[in-house]
């Protein structure tokens, strides 16, 4: 059993960066593939970027590839998500999300464990 924390979120203005992290609980954090999903108002949860346990391989939705960067560091036992160049479109709820046993990282349902979400608002 893992819990995860998100926090970071906030009010930024179109075109600027805001960082996230989720703190995470347990020893074998190292082993868990981590994971950032988000959900705007009156649509689905989507998937935004995954990363490995290792670090070594990266994921990304084509929406956000190239503008946001998703990195851990398993000593801390925390996941960061850096968003540059945010867009009125990226404003939504941010979700962490971690499970030991994935197959493919862009599916929601691969991911047993979530954290509360934390708020993500792009002004235009």
């Known amino acids: 059993q893992v819990q995860l924390v998100e926090s970071g979120g906030g009010l930024v203005q179109a075109g600027g960066s805001l960082g996230l992290s989720c703190a995470a609980s347990?020893?074998?954090?190292?082993?868990?593939?981590m994971a950032w999903f988000r959900q705007a108002p009156g649509k689905e949860r989507e998937f935004v970027a995954a990363?490995?346990?290792?670090?070594?391989?990266?994921y990304y939705a084509d929406s956000v590839a190239g503008r946001f960067t998703i990195s851990r560091d398993n000593a801390k036992n925390t996941v960061y998500l850096q968003m540059n160049s945010l867009k009125p479109e990226d404003t939504a709820v941010y979700y962490c999300?971690?499970?030991?046993?994935?197959?493919?990282?862009?599916?929601?349902?691969?991911?047993?464990?979530w954290g509360q979400g934390t708020q993500v608002t792009v002004s235009s």
């Open positions: 990363i490995s346990g290792g670090g070594s391989r990266t």
């Open positions: 347990g020893r074998t954090f190292s082993s868990y593939t």
């Open positions: 999300a971690a499970d030991p046993l994935v197959v493919d990282p862009r599916r929601q349902q691969a991911y047993r464990r």
